[in-house]
């Protein structure tokens, strides 16, 4: 005759221990686990490799070296459009009375479009937005890139 028998834990729930010893083993205490949070992560090579990607540990990805980095140099119409009123004095003017400004000589080597132009100009510069280009363009600008 097969008999059913339950698990023995069933018996003893509800006493502080349920037989595992003295009261504090077993329980769910932070000396059970290893300690809290990330302790214990350079104790063992496995607990390491668990968090290598949680928490940036090491090096990842690549960083171009220098000579292939471009580093823009940006600078929008209302600021050149300050810039001019400084150096106003200073720049030359073409056949047509626009001003000639290279934005290189000034250490910018990209033109943003935010500000609307005050002055016809004729600009020289490495790199252009398509939104500065257009509102240059409508008012009778020139826009050179080198």
């Known amino acids: 005759m097969v008999v059913k028998r339950r698990k023995k834990i069933r018996k003893k729930r509800g006493h502080l221990r349920g037989d595992s010893g003295k009261t504090g083993q077993h329980r769910r205490g932070a000396g059970n686990r290893g300690g809290r949070g990330r302790a214990g992560v350079g104790k063992k090579g496995s ?3 668990k968090f290598k990607y949680l928490y940036d540990l090491g090096k990842r990805g690549f960083t171009p070296p220098l000579a292939v980095r471009r580093v823009i140099n940006a600078i929008n119409i209302d600021q050149l459009n300050n810039l001019i009123d400084k150096v106003k004095e200073d720049l030359e003017k ?3 009375g626009r001003y000639i400004i290279d934005l290189n000589q000034f250490g910018y ?3 943003l479009g ?3 132009p005050k002055y016809k100009i004729h600009v ?3 790199y252009c937005s398509k939104t500065a280009e257009n ?3 409508n008012m009778g600008s020139i826009v050179e890139l080198r």
Request: aromatic residues 0%; positive net charge.
């Open 47 to 49: 607990e390491h490799k």
């Open 94 to 96: 073409d056949e047509k």
């Open 109 to 111: 080597n990209k033109l």
């Open 114 to 116: 935010r500000g609307s």
């Open 124 to 126: 020289i510069v490495k």
């Open 135 to 137: 509102k240059l363009k």
